[in-house]
Structure formats: structure tokens, C-alpha cells
């Protein structure tokens, strides 16, 4: 059996669930994704380096990728993971300048890989794909913001409770849960803290109740009391 590695990726090569270009039709997708390279990724392989030259914009049609950058010393800090519909590398697809992060594939991922000037062009002439791109953006500009705050303002473990708050989603049953319960590595490298500071922050969360592990999903039983958490450590 091949390995969650090399396993091929079954997965149509088209642009239909791509976010930004939902509002377009199919002729004119059909269009941009004749333009599209195809490039497939194992886990682990880097998709954009930092501050490397390119300005392509990549698709990620199917599989999923992460956002960070490594320090100097060699730590990561993670900034956001994307599933299919996502796109990255915009940013220096609009100004021309080095790559501001890196990215990596956090599993088999495919991408479509498009050229700045049609992705240019596609901005200019269809409203829709362009406000789809504004939109995106602001809410970059905003979790961006948010993060910042919190570096300037929490305390490692503050800021443990400030992301589970972000990454808790409602499941069937209306309690807020973060699916697959997440790997104290990568929480800490959202955070800018310790993988041994998410454990004692997980650890004291669930001898208080606040959280509840299950067997595929951490549950915030008490989603109040740890946003009140949070909010006191801020306002003190």
C-alpha cells in the first residue's frame, strides 16, 4: 500500500472550488486553467520559499498547506493553514517583491500554478475576482492585526487559550471543537511559544474542565469561561 507520502493524488484538475474565482464562468475558468502548470506536492515539501524570487499565484486544488516562517534560530512560526480553494502567493504576484512567507504541504497536495500577468489580468477585468481578492485580504489585514495584539499583549499561555478559541469549530452537536485534536508542535508554532508551554496549557484546561479531549477532537466544554480568560488577562 503506498504511503500517506507517495500516495497518488485522485483529485479533477479544475478551478471550479477555487474561492476566487467562484463568481466566473465556466468558459472563462476553463480558460485560466488551460494557463495553469499542475504541480503535485508530498508532505513536507516546500511550495514557496521566503523572500525567494517568483510571482506566480498557486491554486491548492486539493490537499492542504502551511503558511509560516522560520527564524534566524530556526523556530516556526505558523501564520495560517489552507485546504483546497485557497490560494497563496498573491501578494507578490501584485508588487513584484520577494516572497513574504514560506509555504509547505502539510499532506499530498495538488496545485494549479498560474503566472502573475494572467492572474493580473483576471483581477482587472472580472469586479467579482476582484472583490473576491479584496476580501481576502482584509481578512489577512485583520487576522494579521489580531496576532499582532496578541504577541504585544498576551502571555504564553494566554495566547495558547486565544488560538483555541480561533480554531474551535461548531460540530454537529453545536459545541465549538478543533478536528483532529491539534499536535502541540504546530499550535506552538501559531503562537510563537513552546511545544512544552501547549502541553501544560492543554494539561491545566483539562483538569479545569475547559476542555475535553474525545477520541478525534479536542472540545471546548467551557468556551465562555475561557474566552473571559483571555479578556482579563487583556484588560489587567
Known amino acids: 500500500m503506498p504511503s500517506r507520502k507517495s500516495a497518488p493524488i485522485r483529485a479533477v484538475r479544475t478551478l471550479a472550488k477555487i474561492d476566487l474565482f467562484a463568481a466566473l464562468g465556466e468558459a472563462q475558468r476553463n480558460a485560466i486553467e488551460a494557463r495553469c502548470q499542475w504541480r503535485e506536492y508530498p ?14 499565484v498557486y491554486f491548492v486544488v486539493a490537499g492542504a498547506v502551511r503558511v509560516l516562517i522560520h527564524s534566524e534560530s530556526g523556530r516556526a512560526v505558523a501564520f495560517d493553514d489552507m485546504g483546497p480553494g485557497a490560494c497563496v502567493g498573491e501578494i507578490a504576484a501584485i508588487d513584484g517583491c520577494p516572497r513574504t512567507a514560506s509555504v509547505e504541504a502539510l499532506e499530498p497536495t495538488l496545485c494549479a500554478i ?7 489580468d483576471v483581477i482587472a477585468t472580472s469586479p467579482a475576482a476582484a472583490m473576491a481578492l479584496l476580501k481576502r485580504m ?10 499582532i495584539l496578541d504577541l504585544s499583549t498576551l502571555g504564553a499561555h494566554n495566547r495558547v487559550y486565544a488560538e483555541i478559541l480561533r480554531l474551535a469549530k461548531p460540530g454537529l452537536d453545536g459545541r465549538p471543537a478543533i478536528r483532529p485534536i491539534p499536535v502541540h508542535s504546530d499550535l506552538a508554532a501559531r503562537v510563537s511559544t513552546t511545544r512544552e508551554t501547549v502541553a501544560r496549557v492543554f494539561s491545566e484546561l483539562a483538569r479545569a474542565n475547559v476542555v475535553v479531549k474525545e477520541r478525534d477532537a479536542m472540545v471546548v466544554a467551557a468556551p465562555a469561561r475561557l474566552k473571559a480568560m483571555v479578556r482579563e488577562f487583556k484588560t489587567a
Open 114 to 120: 498560474l503566472p502573475h500577468r494572467i492572474f493580473l
Open 43 to 56: 508532505v513536507g515539501a516546500s511550495v514557496i520559499d521566503r523572500e525567494a524570487p517568483g510571482t506566480e
Open 138 to 147: 482584509a481578512a489577512m489585514v485583520r487576522a494579521s492585526t489580531e496576532r
